[in-house]
């Protein structure tokens, strides 16, 4: 059973302009997928005549009906996000549950703080785990918090102010009991999705997008230099089981050597039972010993040797699993915007035809700013080269217009480029009989001849 999440921040400034620009999406993060950008939804709509997210807090302070002087330092308004783990946000994507999940998420966004105080919801469906960005103004009635606990100690005239006057209050919004509260209530309503909240009073924080990927870059920088070590590692032990090996050879070389020269001197020793005899047997016995510990040390090395190998071989097993985990996660992903992708093209013909445009722009030769412009409606002026794939050649082109638009007398979802009015393979045919007739020869009339 995974977890929820449902972070509060306060916006600092009259504007929040920097978080809108990477809500709207007019600001690309470097963690944004931009094929799934179409994706993301609006789920509060805006009031009239208000288009962005900094219009639509700007309007819901002024039709707040608030009597005091609002200072720069106010807060006037809370960012809300709310998600949940990784794999328990992509089960509920899978199971198609997404739009429940938002459903219920907005409702208890309205019943906790009000509809009129929530001016903007998106669902982020672009980055790596599914997630809503809320804005909450925190409009507020009723006495102040801390006005309440405070008496009055002196004397003088005191003044009764209006119950239920609308003032802005972050303060009265994210106390730490009203926090707990939250987060309590919204476990209630995501029990049903398998989240949970978190451990109550645990000192775990909120870690940032940036922070979490500069973690993630620095662990994978840390696994590949373990990875490097343990090659490293590796490669000196056998470097050390081929010296081992032939110092064993050498060592029984010399043993036998050894065995035969005593056995020698011990039959030599047996006919002439001389004093020498027995200090050569000595020092044959203590050259036995040598050996033996010698052996021994040589099986201690081959048994750490072993455990080393061992080792290695387990962490770099483990380490190439996670890579691999890792792989089949991303196909995985791949080929579940693959199929998206071709249901959405299923589901919507314009959208294939798009598609077909945009590739047809770029083969001829525009840019992508210019063929972004082009597949808008607007029409272009090029200089350049185009390129037939009929003719396969470029042509010039001086000053040409462009544009690209539907022809309903042929197919309402067909779309067509033309160049100057023609269509692009009909430009093309001119530009190529062009060419044909500038290469033909210059023939001079005679008098008298015929050509």
Same mark, same amino acid.
């Given at each position: ?15 929040? +302009? ?5 809500? !709207? ?29 900094? !219009? ?62 929530? *001016? ?52 009265? *919004? ?20 398998? =989240? ?30 373990? *990875? /490097?070590?343990?090659?490293? !590692? ?18 029984? #070389?010399?043993? *036998?050597?050894?065995? @035969?020269?005593? +056995? ?6 047996? #006919? ?14 203590? #050259? ?12 201690? =090395?081959? +048994? ?6 061992? /080792? ?41 035809? =798009? ?46 217009? @462009? ?49």
């Amino acid at each position: 059973m995974g977890y929820f999440t449902l972070d509060f921040k306060k916006a600092k400034g009259a504007s929040d +302009a920097r978080m809108s620009d990477h809500i !709207e999406r007019r600001v690309i993060a470097s963690n944004v997928d931009s094929t799934r950008t179409h994706l993301n939804r609006e789920l509060v709509e805006l009031p009239e005549g208000v288009t962005v997210r900094d !219009e639509a807090i700007a309007h819901r302070i002024r039709s707040a009906g608030i009597k005091r002087k609002i200072t720069s330092d106010q807060v006037r308004a809370i960012r809300v996000m709310m998600s949940g783990t990784h794999g328990d946000m992509m089960k509920i994507q899978q199971d198609g549950r997404m739009d429940e999940w938002c459903n219920d998420s907005m409702r208890w966004l309205y019943k906790t703080f009000g509809r009129e105080n929530i *001016v903007s919801a998106v669902l982020h469906m672009d980055e790596t785990t599914p997630h809503i960005h809320a804005t909450l103004v925190p409009v507020v009635t009723g006495e102040r918090r801390k006005a309440k606990q405070k008496k009055q100690t002196q004397g003088g005239r005191t003044y009764r102010k209006k119950a239920d006057a609308a003032r802005l209050c972050a303060d009265d *919004v994210l106390n730490r009991d009203k926090l707990t509260g939250y987060h309590d209530d919204y476990a209630k309503v995501m029990e049903k999705y398998g =989240l949970q909240r978190g451990v109550r009073g645990s000192e775990a924080r909120h870690v940032t997008t940036a922070q979490y990927y500069r973690d993630l870059k620095r662990q994978t920088g840390e696994l590949e230099t373990d *990875v /490097q070590q343990l090659q490293s !590692e590796k490669k000196d032990a056998d470097m050390q089981l081929k010296q081992v090996k032939r110092e064993i050879g050498t060592q029984k #070389l010399e043993a *036998v050597k050894t065995e @035969a020269k005593t +056995a020698l001197i011990a039959k030599v020793g047996s #006919l002439l039972g001389s004093g020498e005899i027995k200090e050569l047997k000595q020092e044959n016995r203590q #050259l036995h010993e040598e050996v033996a510990s010698r052996d021994e040390s040589i099986v201690k =090395l081959h +048994a750490m040797m072993r455990e080393q190998r061992e /080792q290695s071989r387990r962490e770099l097993t483990e380490v190439q699993g996670k890579h691999i985990r890792e792989l089949d996660e991303t196909q995985k992903q791949v080929s579940r915007l693959a199929r998206m992708i071709e249901k959405a093209c299923a589901w919507l013909p314009q959208l294939k035809e =798009l598609f077909r445009m945009e590739k047809l722009c770029r083969v001829v030769g525009f840019s992508a700013e210019q063929t972004a412009k082009l597949m808008c409606g607007e029409r272009i002026e090029y200089s350049g080269t185009l390129y037939s794939e009929e003719h396969r050649r470029n042509f010039k082109a001086e000053k040409v217009t @462009a544009q690209v638009f539907k022809n309903t007398d042929v197919d309402r979802n067909k779309l067509f480029l033309h160049i100057n009015g023609q269509s692009i393979s009909d430009w093309f045919k001119e530009q190529f009989n062009k060419l044909c007739r500038n290469m033909q020869p210059k023939q001079k009339l005679k008098s008298g001849m015929k050509i």
